[in-house]
């Protein structure tokens, strides 16, 4: 079965650093989100994306944080200046159209900003 | 806003037996889509159930159900013999029916429940 890949699957930075974190969609997929989890909070949405363009995005989802499809392959998410309250479970999610299947997750990235 | 609520934080449930985890929302809407999401411990969110709010009739997949009450606001999930491999953390979600103008949609989660399976 197809699947969403996120790499890595743990990152450790220092506070003020930039980071990327990467996914690969499934391969016919649209859409294309980030959600974050907080370690024992909910998970929550931060962006969405479709044809190389921010569709939609939460108040979390601010200056700090951008998107790209770089390749037509790889979605990443850049941070570009952690801080110590981005360390969280972070979330790719993709899917085909705007149909009730749902999204397809990738096991998710933790990020731990020291 | 929409809202949901996951009341239970932890459930257990002998294997074989059958275990309810219970979900409520709040919302304004009318017409609207209903999710049970699972989380093993390899973190990868599975689709288990989903329901349109504007169908009567329960959802049903294999060994799990959802109990859909629409006026309550209430939509919880029944795991029937249950088995080790439902072990996980599931998390309850909202998706209004509106799209945005490019066709994507968001999901808003509960806080989760953490379901231990004992052999």
């Known amino acids: 079965e197809p699947e969403v890949t996120q790499t890595p699957s743990h990152q450790v930075t220092q506070m003020g650093q930039e980071v990327i974190l990467r996914c690969v969609p499934i391969s016919n997929h649209l859409y294309f989100y980030w959600y974050r989890q907080i370690l024992g909070q909910k998970v929550e949405f931060l962006v969405s994306f479709y044809n190389n363009e921010i569709s939609e995005k939460s108040e979390i989802f601010d200056d700090q944080f951008s998107v790209e499809r770089p390749d037509g392959s790889n979605f990443t998410l850049k941070i570009r200046s952690t801080k110590l309250e981005d360390s969280a479970m972070y979330f790719c999610?993709?899917?085909?159209?705007?149909?009730?299947?749902?999204?397809?997750f990738g096991s998710g990235t933790r990020l731990t900003v020291v | 806003a929409q809202t949901v609520t996951q009341s239970q934080p932890e459930m257990s449930v002998q294997e074989a037996e059958t275990v309810t985890l219970s979900c409520t929302y709040d919302?304004?809407?009318?017409?609207?889509?209903l999710f049970w999401y699972k989380q093993p411990p390899s973190r990868q969110m599975i689709l288990v159930i989903r329901?349109?709010?504007?169908?009567?009739q329960n959802a049903t997949e294999n060994r799990f159900s959802v109990n859909f009450q629409k006026a309550a606001k209430s939509f919880s999930l029944k795991i029937s013999d249950s088995q080790l491999g439902d072990a996980a953390m599931y998390f309850c979600a909202y998706r209004s029916s509106g799209l945005s103008t490019s066709g994507t949609y968001k999901y808003i989660f509960g806080t989760g429940t953490r379901l231990k399976v004992l052999a």
């Open positions: 329901q349109e709010a504007y169908k009567q």
């Open positions: 919302t304004s809407e009318s017409d609207y889509y």
């Open positions: 999610a993709s899917s085909a159209g705007r149909a009730l299947g749902g999204y397809t």
